[in-house]
């Protein structure tokens, strides 16, 4: 059998495992990778793309789910609530209740959590930062999209990156619009255009 295969089987044989937590929002579905030592750890709330359902989360980590582990990262994923996707207050306000369980069962680094998200995952991270924006150290979208650049405001404080295909229209065009209004308030933020890409980041 080759290494290859044996790789494969033991990720086969080793998949997403997802827990639902009660909080006093509603409940949240998520998934969370936990790598090797005693930490602490920093931590990223990676928010999923598309419909936000388990397929979503699953396919968005699986690229990165041994790379994040080697590099000593809790990453936590939640599944969107049937109320609606991250984007709305009725789905996010359970998410500082998903944060703090997992601080408290897993040492978290001090300083915060690191925000992510992927397509609808980053127009929701580009909700969720500023609605909470004391509990992250950084956002970043691979791509994000908001339709109000203004509303990143209580962000000042925190690195934003937004990463965008040159090749994703309305996607490129939000980006760019959003890195201006940041930076024109004195906020810390970087746009990484990727060449020859359309709607594909990562």
């Known amino acids: ?14 998949p997403l495992v997802f827990t639902t937590l009660q909080t006093d929002a509603g409940p949240v579905e998520y998934a969370v990778l936990t790598p090797d030592g ?24 699986a690229p990165w789910q041994a790379q994040m582990r080697a590099d000593g990262f809790i ?8 109320e609606g996707l991250y984007t709305c207050a009725c789905a996010h306000d359970r998410l500082p209740a998903l944060m703090d ?58 690195p934003i990156t937004l990463v965008v295909g040159a090749d994703d229209g309305g996607w490129l065009q939000s980006s760019q619009r959003a890195q201006q209004t940041i930076a024109a308030t004195g906020g810390d933020v970087s746009l990484v255009v990727l060449p020859s890409q359309g709607h594909s980041a990562f």
């Open 101 to 158: 369980h997992v601080a408290s069962v897993a040492p978290v680094q001090d300083g915060g959590w690191h925000l992510f998200g992927i397509s609808n995952g980053g127009r929701s991270a580009l909700v969720v930062g500023p609605a909470y924006p004391t509990r992250f150290r950084s956002v970043t979208v691979l791509p994000g999209a908001t339709s109000n650049p203004e509303s990143l405001a209580p962000l000042a404080h925190v």
């Open 38 to 61: 005693p930490g602490p750890h920093p931590a990223i709330l990676a928010l999923p793309p598309g419909p936000q359902t388990r397929e979503m989360v699953t396919e968005s980590l």
């Open 75 to 82: 990453v936590v994923s939640p599944v969107a609530p049937v």
């Open 1 to 14: 059998v080759s290494g290859f295969a044996l790789i494969s089987a033991a990720v086969a044989a080793a």
